[in-house]
């Protein structure tokens, strides 16, 4: 360690005494910016990487979608975002596993990119699951008022 290196390390020290200065995490924010043309795409890299603590800014204008890496907040990206003048929002879309995302009408847009699906609740089928449960107990044995027809 050089004299450097002490140097930091001594002022490391001093420096946190007087202020404990919570640090910001990494963060990969991914949101849904409309873009048309290069012109569009650029300013909107532009505009993004101007941020401070913006480490990189990467955009699939195929799928409408930009990721920012960074040490950054969400809504701080997506205000600047839309600061542009395109419409912006949080990615809204997770890939489509059928397994674990059953049918729900919600959750299928025309307009998600192939292989996503929007992220919605999934509250189709514990309704379901309630429904059953009251016609199982309808024509019950241990409830002699349940079926009126027997």
Same mark, same amino acid.
């Given at each position: 360690?050089? &004299?450097? %290196?002490?140097? @930091?390390?001594?002022?490391? !020290?001093?420096?946190?005494?007087?202020?404990? #200065? $919570?640090?910001?995490?990494?963060?990969?924010?991914?949101?849904?910016?409309?873009?048309?043309?290069?012109?569009?795409?650029?300013?909107?890299?532009?505009?993004?990487?101007?941020?401070?603590?913006?480490?990189?800014?990467?955009?699939?204008?195929?799928?409408?979608?930009?990721? &920012?890496? %960074?040490?950054? @907040?969400?809504?701080?990206? !997506?205000?600047?975002?839309?600061?542009?003048? #395109? $419409?912006?929002?949080?990615?809204?879309?997770?890939?489509?596993?059928?397994?674990?995302?059953?049918?729900?009408?919600?959750?299928?847009?025309?307009?998600?990119?192939?292989?996503?699906?929007?992220?919605?609740?999934?509250?189709?089928?514990?309704?379901?699951?309630?429904?059953?449960?009251?016609?199982?107990?309808?024509?019950?044995?241990?409830?002699?008022?349940?079926?009126?027809?027997?």
């Amino acid at each position: 360690m050089g &004299v450097g %290196g002490t140097l @930091e390390y001594l002022s490391g !020290l001093l420096s946190s005494c007087h202020k404990h #200065k $919570k640090k910001k995490q990494l963060r990969t924010v991914e949101l849904k910016v409309r873009m048309d043309c290069e012109g569009c795409e650029l300013k909107v890299k532009k505009t993004l990487s101007s941020l401070s603590g913006v480490k990189s800014v990467d955009i699939n204008r195929k799928q409408q979608k930009v990721t &920012v890496t %960074g040490y950054v @907040e969400a809504n701080k990206v !997506l205000k600047k975002a839309q600061s542009t003048g #395109k $419409k912006s929002e949080i990615w809204p879309y997770i890939p489509y596993n059928p397994v674990t995302h059953p049918f729900t009408v919600q959750a299928y847009d025309k307009k998600a990119p192939p292989g996503y699906i929007r992220n919605v609740e999934n509250t189709a089928t514990i309704s379901v699951g309630k429904q059953e449960d009251q016609y199982t107990t309808m024509f019950s044995d241990d409830n002699p008022n349940a079926c009126s027809i027997m």
